[in-house]
């Protein structure tokens, strides 16, 4: 029962940035871990970044020093904050709810394109 739909992606040029919004709805969204993944054309889906409910945060190598992964629970709200993009960071940026549960939820995806 929990819905999400993410926001803020678009084009950006190398060295640029953009903050991606994914917003909540239908559970206690406090108590769910969340994470962001990201497709690239062609590749499998990859894990980005993830958020637990105490606010422990975990970033794949790549993006380590460039992104930020955030959470507003009086908002519904996970937030990336990207920095320093480069072309290998496009893809769809997807988010993902895990509740205590274990049980998964996806957003839609949005499109990230790093071009000059």
């Known amino acids: 029962q929990v819905q999400l739909v993410e926001s803020g992606g678009g084009l950006v040029q190398p060295g640029g940035s953009l903050r991606l919004s994914c917003a909540a709805s239908g559970s206690i969204f406090s108590a769910n871990a969340m994470a962001w993944y990201r497709q690239a054309p062609g590749k499998q889906r990859e894990l980005v970044a993830t958020i637990s409910s105490g606010g422990t945060t975990y970033y794949v190598d790549s993006v380590k020093g460039r992104f930020t992964i955030s959470r507003d629970n009086a908002k519904n709200t996970v937030y990336l904050q990207m920095n320093s993009l480069k072309p290998e960071d496009t893809a769809v940026y997807y988010c993902?709810?895990?509740?205590?549960?274990?049980?998964?939820?996806w957003g839609q995806g949005t499109q990230v394109t790093v071009s000059s």
């Open positions: 993902k709810s895990v509740t205590r549960e274990f049980r998964a939820y």
